[in-house]
Every structure is written in C-alpha cells, then in structure tokens.
C-alpha cells in the first residue's frame, strides 16, 4: 500500500487522480487532500477518500470546510502556504502528487523533497521558477517522477544507457486551438476559444498556455532541469494528433518515440506505480486509423514559444518573471481585460524591464513574483 498527499486535488489533475486512485483501491491510500477555493468538491472527495488532514487557500475556506464537516471529527484542517507545506510533508505520505496551479506549487514540492517523499509532478511552474532549488533539494533518484506528459515520455525513453548517446531531446506539442489560425485572427480570440483544446481536457490556465504556446516554453524549462540538458539539445514539433507524446534522438541517428493514448490518466498511473506498470483501462491506440505528422513550430505566430526560449537561455530569475507575467496575463486575458495577442506583448514588455540576477534563493523568487505582478497589472492599466 502506499499513501499518498494529493495537492491540487479539486482541478483537473488532481481528479484525475483520484479516479486511478480509485481503480487501484488495493494499492493507494489518500491520507492528504489540498485545494484551492473549490471548498465544495473538496467535501465531497473527503467524505470518498477519508484523508487524514486537508488543506484550503484560506481561514474563510477552511471555516466553511470545518462547517461542513462536523462529522468527520478526526479530520485536521489546515489553511494557506503552511498548510500545503504541511500536507506535502506528511509523516505518513510516501507519494506527493503536485497538481497546484502555477508558482503555489513551488514550496510544497520543495517541502517534500526535504522530507524525502517521492513527488510526482505535474506542476511544471514550480521547476520553471525554482528549478535549481529543487534541484539542490534532491535527496535520492528518481524522486521526482514527471506528470507531465511529454517529461513522463522523456523519462520513459531515457534509460541509463541512453543517457549517455542523448543528442536531442524531442518535445511535441498538439500546436493548440490555433496553430492553423491565420495570424490576423488571433487578436479576436474569445477566452472560450482559447480554453477549448483539440485534444487535451485540461484546466483553463494551462489550456490558454497551450493556445499561446507557452505551455511549450515551460515545459522547455521543465525538461532543462529534470533531465539535466541544456537548450541547444532540445527541440519542438507541432504533432496535432498528440499520439506521439516525445521523442529522444540518439547520436547515432536512431529516434526513439513514446506512444499512447493522450490520456493524463497514463502518465499520472505511470508515476504512482513506478517502477511498476499496471494498466488503468483506456481505449487502446489503433496505428491504422490515425495519420501521424510533425511540423516546425511557428515562432512568429506564437511569440510566447521565443519569449521561453529567450528566459530559458538568460536563466537565473528570467523565468521567475516569464512565469509571473504570464499568470498575470492570462488572468486578465480570462476576465476579457486584454486581448489574446496582447499576452506575449505583456510579457515581452515586463521582461524587458527585469534586471536578471544569476542565483536566486526562495525569498528572492517570491519577491520578484510579487513586484512582476504589481508591473504586469499596471502595464494593463496603462496600455489597455
Ligand atoms: N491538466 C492537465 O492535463 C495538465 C497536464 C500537464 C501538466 N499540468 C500541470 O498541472 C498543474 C495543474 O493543472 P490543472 O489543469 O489540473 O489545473 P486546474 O484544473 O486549474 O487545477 C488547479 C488546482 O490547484 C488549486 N489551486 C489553484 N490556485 C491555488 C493556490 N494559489 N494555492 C493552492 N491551490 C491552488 C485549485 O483549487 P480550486 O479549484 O479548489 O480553487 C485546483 O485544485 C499545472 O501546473 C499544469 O501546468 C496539467
């Protein structure tokens, strides 16, 4: 049997999980929950998996939690970043599934690894932004087992021997909503549009993130840090099937490719049952019904894809701000504050006004999160 902390629980991730949790009753126990605001859904995923301490944003959330729950008398309710951090340190937790949105992922993974859990990871913001803490707070191999799609494919490919033949690291991406659309469209794209993925049901953070591009930027960043390589050896193809989840390409020519369904349920299994593999049911692929191609990424339709790469080769605090701009923007591109074209342009623009440093600490990261906000939302006041 092995415990788990489910941080995140209520998106789409996090559900996920709770289904392959609830298909492999005999080997998984939840014995923590978090969630955001969504203080409904987290009730009733307690009253289903009996944790043993859940955790909300804040004290109102809790309070109303605690309300509705009056029952489950042996239940600890926690509140906030401590909370989190509590839950992802959990003396009883052997697994920490990370499915929190954006930078608030950072210092829960960080506190689980300190207190040497396995964290499987599917927030890809908390390497983006504090990657070489994570790095430093790795205690043993392969503790942290990606989530993410195309960094679980990666890891699947990149056995001991390959490492050492690794030319290139090859990243699909589905190319999103729009990748045919006609780049004088794009100024008109709807938040409905944008959150509507070809292929993946995903939560609207990270679908608008697929629409622009940037998911493919972070997950750039991502793959830098779990799998040690630098940006010259890594490489994007639009593959619209999304059948294809990566590719490694060896030095002597050989490409190996990772298939499946695209399905999150496969990578989320994958990494709490690592190093087993046991099958969560999903309609098997059939190669004969489905064409499958690759094309070149186009870096001036989506200029989110340049900006990554930009912060990626800077380095440092660079992504830290790639990061927290691109939060910023997507919030006010949701609420219809600004147009989609204007995200790149937000980011492009609070980027250019950031000094990088080299080496950052975590006050540092979460200082320059927040002044990055407060330039991103006068930069909409401004210019919108
Ligand atoms: N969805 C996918 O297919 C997919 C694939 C690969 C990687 N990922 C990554 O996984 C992460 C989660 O994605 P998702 O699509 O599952 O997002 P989502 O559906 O928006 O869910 C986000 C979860 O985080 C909680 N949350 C939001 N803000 C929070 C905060 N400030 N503090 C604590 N908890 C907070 C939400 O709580 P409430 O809803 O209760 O407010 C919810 O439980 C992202 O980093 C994403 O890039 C997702």
Not at 21 to 31: A, E, I, P, T
Not at 275 to 292: E, Y
Request: glycine fraction near 6%; hydrophobic fraction near 45%; charge should be positive.
């Amino acid at each position: 049997m092995k415990y788990l902390s489910i941080l995140g629980s209520t998106g789409s991730i996090g559900k996920q999980t709770l289904e392959v949790v609830n298909h492999f009753k005999d080997r998984f126990k939840v014995v923590a929950l978090g969630a955001g605001q969504n203080v409904s859904l987290l009730k009733q995923q307690i009253i289903k998996f009996k944790p043993e301490i859940a955790c909300v944003l804040d004290k109102k959330n809790a309070q109303i939690l605690k309300e509705g729950l009056t029952a489950l008398n042996n239940l600890k309710i926690l509140y906030g970043p401590e909370g989190y951090e509590i839950c992802a340190s959990y003396p009883k937790a052997d697994i920490v599934l990370v499915a929190m949105l954006g930078i608030s992922g950072l210092r829960p993974t960080l506190a689980a690894l300190e207190a040497n859990k396995t964290v499987a990871l599917a927030n890809k913001e908390a390497l983006v932004t504090g990657g070489s803490l994570i790095k430093k707070a790795i205690k043993k191999k392969n503790q942290i087992l990606p989530v993410d799609s195309e960094h679980s494919a990666i890891f699947q490919l990149l056995c001991e021997e390959n490492k050492n033949y690794l030319k290139r690291i090859i990243l699909t991406a589905s190319g999103g909503p729009f990748w045919e659309t006609d780049p004088s469209d794009l100024s008109n794209v709807t938040p409905e549009q944008a959150i509507k993925h070809p292929r993946w049901a995903m939560g609207a953070k990270i679908s608008v993130d697929s629409a622009t591009l940037m998911n493919k930027g972070l997950e750039i960043i991502e793959a830098m840090w779990l799998f040690e390589v630098g940006l010259d050896k890594i490489k994007i193809l639009i593959h619209p099937q999304s059948i294809v989840h990566s590719l490694i390409e060896l030095e002597d020519g050989v490409m190996l490719a990772h298939l499946g369904p695209a399905d999150m349920r496969l990578a989320i299994s994958y990494a709490l049952n690592y190093p087993q593999r046991l099958s969560f049911p999903l309609k098997p692929l059939d190669l004969t019904k489905m064409p499958l191609t690759f094309f070149p990424p186009d870096f001036k339709r989506f200029p989110c894809l340049t900006l990554a790469f930009e912060s990626a080769k800077i380095g440092g605090s660079m992504p830290v701000v790639l990061n927290a701009a691109n939060e910023v923007a997507i919030k006010a591109f949701l609420k219809k504050q600004i147009k989609f074209t204007d995200i790149p342009l937000l980011i492009e623009n609070i980027m250019k006004l950031h000094t990088p440093i080299k080496e950052v600490d975590l006050e540092t990261i979460f200082t320059i999160d927040r002044q990055t906000r407060e330039k991103a939302k006068e930069w909409i006041k401004k210019y919108t």
